[in-house]
């Protein structure tokens, strides 16, 4: 399955659970920096919205609290955001890592790790 296309706040809110686990909308507020921190009601209806999204899901409830947990994973997401950028490029990678590589951002120990995929991937194809 896909994971959703969020916005950015829901990436945000996300990184949040991601990283602190199980919160209430109370410590996902209070875990942005307090000069870009959004209002608790943004936040709840972001939650809500992304539960109806199923990217999260209530764990439980405490007093008047509710508690989310993530649903899909960190990587889920990240994969969909690479293949929407990519789509942008016609599902070409050539340009995206020319710009990495020109603004140095591609390293020499990112081409190692690549090379260290692409060999687990052709060692996985030949076992088929």
């Not at 209530?58 to 889920?76: D, Y």
């Not at 994969?79 to 995206?96: A, C, H, K, N, Y």
Request: aromatic fraction near 6%; hydrophobic fraction near 45%.
């Amino acid at each position: 399955m896909t994971a959703p296309k969020l916005s950015k706040l829901e990436l945000r809110i996300m990184s949040v659970l991601w990283e602190k686990g199980d919160c209430s909308v109370r410590e996902v507020q209070e875990a942005f920096p307090e000069e870009e921190r959004p209002a608790f009601t943004t936040v709840q209806t972001t939650l809500y919205r992304m539960e109806a999204k199923q990217v999260v899901a209530r764990a439980k409830k405490i007093g008047n609290s509710l508690i989310f947990t993530p649903i899909i994973s960190e990587t889920a997401a990240q994969r969909r955001l690479i293949d929407e950028l990519l789509s942008l490029f016609g599902g070409r990678i050539q340009p995206v890592v020319a710009h990495l590589v020109n603004s140095g951002k591609f390293t020499s120990d990112d081409v190692k790790e690549a090379q260290k995929l692409l060999r687990a991937l052709a060692a996985k194809e030949k076992a088929l």
